[in-house]
């Protein structure tokens, strides 16, 4: 008897994953040390502990992406019971696990809470955090040849004795690459995520110069000379004056111990407390990432780097990285059409593709195939969808997200203030004067977009504060100035009773709960909305109140 389709194919997945390069072993939550508490004043996960340095890792790409691309895709298909789930309406993912009482993501190695919280001056934003633009100052001497990637380039020890990974742009496409990399940089690292200082860098071939060691070669790799770095510079682009374009991004702190896995934590780092696809910081990336088109976004675009503290022992510090492939760009030069709206392997467009015999119309195709500004490349805001972003092939803390995680996501995006994207853009120094105004339009038109999608969907509603006998908060929908002052309910639950009470403003007066007592529970609407509540708890110690509790959306 021949054995159903079916049945073989969910055992065939589990077999490709056994044997796909780079497969993990089962994954345990459980971390070998136990969270350190949060501070009392300022959340802060203690994962800086000095511990042992974890080993090096160097996985396949090729391996990660047939993963990611391939297998994840099919088994999650193929899990009928949780298709089921889905289909009736109690499929549900895990909630993020590193979120504190008040619905946030604490300071840590990963990412500290930044403009969301404090807004910050446009010139800090320029800077990326730096007293100064620091840049490479010449002469430059040429340490290494650049292996990996589609970017021609070479690292670089500088006049000052810094270390820097240079990356050509794409002859005709000045300030292409290396422009899109600096803006989406200084809004990431603005956002709370650690990112190295990268700059645009202009240099002349006469300030080059190949170290010795390099001229004469190793095993490995072949020498290194004058002729090898003429032709490696026919792959960059020139100007007029001799001047080549490039981005130049400093060397991290610390000893690189390889990328991060964006699905596990790393085993033998203590420190490391959380699966990677349950830290809210990665799901809420996806927003972050879908504003600005960062499309290849992926375990390889990422470093870990052991920062010693004393002795030998240290802690691992999480950084993203290569940030070109955002914008309008690419390595190759401006964004291919699909890029941000498809996967590499997309199931679902593949899927109508072939059921409309490709009689479907995908949003890219409306979007012109021209690039008048070659250094603002592919990058539009009309066709733009932010629920529909896709990166070059599923990411596992993405696919792992929930409508709270997008929330967060939103409101990063939200706090960016239209000077402040401006200043991001000025970080370049675009030579062409048409990229700024277009750039920053397109920024501010897809941020809004995005704030618009979410917080239509979970109620805006944040920065909960105990004073002057209230309960105040913020509409964030509002403090961007999306839409005008408007009205609330909220619903009051305080041992069997049960209330619902319309709001004004954005306080709740406390003074009717101080002669009961126990806990109150709190569920804030928004008038005229479909969003999904804010629930608040409430606890009473002595005669003042005390916020013990705070989430955006159900699941």
């Known amino acids: 008897m021949r054995t159903p389709a079916w049945r073989v194919l969910p055992a065939l997945c589990a077999l490709l994953l056994v044997l796909a390069p780079g497969a993990v072993r089962a994954e345990k939550e459980s971390p070998k040390l136990p969270p350190q508490p949060i501070d009392a004043t300022t ?42 789930l889905d289909l009736i309406g109690y499929g549900r993912r895990p909630v993020a696990a590193n979120v504190d009482a008040y619905d946030e993501v604490a300071n840590s190695t990963w990412f500290t809470n930044r403009n969301h919280v404090r807004a910050l001056p446009p010139e800090v934003v320029r800077l990326g955090g730096a007293d100064s633009l620091i840049v490479p100052a010449a002469p430059y001497t040429i340490k290494s040849r650049k292996t990996t990637g589609v970017n021609a380039g070479f690292t670089i020890k500088d006049a000052l004795g810094r270390r820097w990974i240079v990356k050509l742009d794409k002859p005709g496409y000045p300030q292409l690459g290396s422009g899109a990399d600096v803006v989406v940089a200084r809004l990431f690292w603005a956002a709370g995520f650690n990112v190295p200082h990268d700059v645009v860098f202009a240099f002349q071939r006469d300030e080059l110069k190949i170290d010795n060691n ?26 007029p004056d001799g001047r080549y374009f490039a981005q130049a991004s400093q060397y991290l702190e610390g000893k690189p111990i390889g990328p991060i896995s964006m699905r596990s934590r790393l085993e033998d780092d203590p420190n490391d407390l959380y699966q990677h696809r349950n830290r809210r910081e990665l799901r809420g990336l996806y927003v972050l990432c879908s504003w600005v088109g960062s499309w290849d976004t992926k375990d390889q675009q990422s470093l870990g780097t052991f920062v010693e503290t004393t002795d030998s022992l240290g802690y691992v510090r999480h950084s993203l990285l290569d940030f070109g492939a955002s914008l309008g760009a690419a390595a190759e030069g401006p964004r291919p059409p699909t890029r941000g709206y498809e996967f590499t392997v997309d199931g679902k467009w593949s899927g109508l593709r072939f059921l409309t015999l490709g009689f479907v119309s995908e949003p890219w195709r409306k979007i012109p195939r021209d690039v ?31 409508t709270a995680d997008e929330y967060w996501g939103a409101k990063l995006v939200a706090s960016f203030s239209d000077a402040q994207i401006a ?27 995005v704030v618009r999608y979410y917080f239509d969907r979970i109620a805006p509603l944040d920065f909960f504060e105990v004073r002057g006998g209230g309960l105040h908060f913020r509409d964030l929908a509002v403090d961007r100035g999306l839409i005008p002052p408007r009205s609330y309910t909220v619903e009051i639950r305080r041992g069997g009773a049960h209330q619902r009470r319309a709001l004004g403003s954005t306080a709740l007066s406390l003074a009717e709960f101080d002669s009961g007592s126990g806990d109150v529970d709190l569920r804030f609407h928004v008038v005229g909305s479909d969003a999904e509540p804010v629930d608040v708890t409430l606890l009473q110690e002595g005669t003042a109140w005390k916020i013990a509790h705070i989430r955006h959306a159900s699941n």
């Open 43 to 84: 959340p802060v996960d203690h994962d800086g502990q000095p511990v042992e340095r974890p080993k090096e890792r160097d996985p396949s790409l090729q391996g990660h992406e047939f993963r990611e691309a391939i297998v994840e895709p099919l088994s999650h298909a193929l899990d009928i019971p949780d298709r089921i």
């Open 214 to 239: 390099l001229r004469k070669g190793d095993k490995k790799s072949g020498p290194f000379g004058d002729a090898e770095l003429d032709s490696l510079l026919l792959r960059g682009d020139r100007r």
């Open 372 to 402: 008048p500004i070659p250094s603002l490349g592919n990058f539009e805001s009309e066709v733009y969808r932010p629920e529909d972003f896709r990166c070059l092939q599923p990411h596992a803390g993405f696919r792992e997200r929930d």
């Open 423 to 449: 200043a991001a853009i000025d970080a370049v120094g675009y030579e062409d004067p048409r990229v700024k105004p277009a750039m920053f339009r397109l920024l501010v038109e897809r941020r809004d977009k």
